[in-house]
């Protein structure tokens, strides 16, 4: 069982920057797919980027391109997202993910993002 806790959310003005963290236990970390997914209230959850075991791929959604950034420290088994130039349309539960080449995929509990206007 791989298990996830993510930290790092919080309040922030439309413009500011949070970065978020995600530390595995439980398994290899370097061996995992990892990613970021959010929901807000009411809609579904949503991928945002995903970095890739092989090969060092990263896909970025729509949403987040040209403002968020993942990247990953299999030294210390964490995942990072940073986020800039923040809006409230990004105000959601933000979930780390882990996708193993078994497909088992594992969800932290997720840290809560609010962007104020």
């Known amino acids: 069982q791989v298990q996830l806790e993510e930290s790092g959310g919080g309040l922030v003005q439309a413009g500011g920057s949070l970065r978020l963290s995600c530390v595995a236990s439980?398994?290899?970390?370097?061996?995992?797919?990892m990613g970021w997914f959010r929901q807000a209230p009411e809609k579904e959850r949503k991928a945002l980027v995903a970095?890739?075991?092989?090969?060092?791929?990263?896909n970025y959604a729509d949403s987040a391109k040209g403002r968020f950034t993942i990247s990953r420290d299999n030294a210390k088994n964490t995942l990072y997202l940073q986020m800039n130039n923040l809006k409230p349309e990004d105000t959601a539960v933000y979930y780390c993910?882990?996708?193993?080449?078994?497909?088992?995929?594992?969800w932290g509990q997720g840290t809560q993002v609010t962007v104020s206007s």
């Open positions: 970095t890739f075991t092989s090969g060092g791929r990263t």
């Open positions: 439980g398994g290899t970390f370097s061996r995992y797919t």
């Open positions: 993910n882990a996708a193993t080449a078994s497909f088992d995929n594992y």
